[in-house]
């Protein structure tokens, strides 16, 4: 129980710094989603059960944030955690180079999912600046992956001796 509250907590703490820290520092005009990153680290090691609440109370605490639109962020991040840790549990290898891959890919189908909701349902304009944007957002989430999968698994190989680091799961 409390090792399922500390990962709610760290999620939290990530919200704080991505909403305060990180809005006054952008990378090329871009805010890391620190929320994402954890959360496709998350998903990629824990059951399809587990990713699937977490992706939902994740979804919700963006939603809180932004303040409209409640629950497009937590449809949105229920469906990637199922289908990430469905993947991850089928196919996982335990490399850095695939939560990079994985990540980069996970942040360009939400974005992408994000963008194409808010043309379709907002009617808010899409233009060729958007979609470089993503790419940048996903250029920076993949990078501050790595940090995040290294700080993840080290919190986490206490309790599970699988996931301990050798030298196969850098490359």
Same mark, same amino acid.
């Given at each position: 129980?409390?090792?399922?509250?500390?990962?709610?907590? +760290?999620?939290? @703490?990530?919200? @704080?710094?991505?909403? !305060?820290?990180? !809005?006054?520092?952008?990378?090329?005009?871009?805010?890391?989603?620190?929320?994402?990153?954890?959360?496709?680290?998350?998903?990629?090691?824990?059951?399809?059960?587990?990713?699937?609440?977490?992706? @939902? @109370?994740?979804?919700?605490?963006?939603?809180? *944030?932004?303040?409209?639109?409640?629950?497009?962020?937590? *449809?949105?991040?229920? +469906?990637?955690?199922?289908?990430?840790?469905?993947?991850?549990?089928?196919?996982?290898?335990?490399?850095?180079?695939?939560?990079?891959?994985? !990540?980069?890919?996970?942040?360009?189908? +939400?974005?992408?999912?994000?963008?194409?909701?808010?043309?379709?349902?907002?009617?808010?304009?899409?233009?060729?600046?958007?979609?470089?944007?993503?790419?940048?957002?996903?250029?920076?989430?993949?990078?501050?992956?790595?940090?995040?999968?290294?700080?993840?698994?080290? !919190?986490?190989?206490?309790?599970?001796?699988?996931?301990?680091?050798?030298?196969?799961?850098?490359?």
């Amino acid at each position: 129980m409390v090792k399922i509250i500390k990962e709610y907590l +760290y999620l939290f @703490v990530l919200l @704080v710094l991505q909403t !305060t820290f990180f !809005t006054r520092i952008k990378i090329f005009g871009v805010i890391p989603n620190l929320v994402l990153v954890f959360s496709v680290c998350f998903f990629s090691v824990n059951k399809v059960p587990h990713s699937a609440f977490f992706g @939902v @109370v994740a979804g919700l605490m963006l939603d809180w *944030i932004v303040g409209d639109k409640t629950g497009l962020n937590a *449809i949105i991040f229920l +469906y990637l955690g199922v289908f990430v840790s469905f993947v991850s549990n089928r196919f996982f290898y335990k490399r850095l180079v695939y939560i990079f891959i994985l !990540t980069f890919l996970i942040s360009a189908v +939400y974005n992408a999912l994000f963008l194409t909701l808010n043309f379709y349902i907002w009617g808010k304009y899409i233009n060729l600046k958007s979609f470089i944007k993503v790419f940048l957002q996903c250029v920076s989430d993949a990078i501050f992956s790595i940090a995040g999968y290294f700080l993840y698994v080290k !919190t986490k190989k206490a309790l599970n001796s699988a996931l301990s680091f050798k030298k196969e799961v850098i490359f």
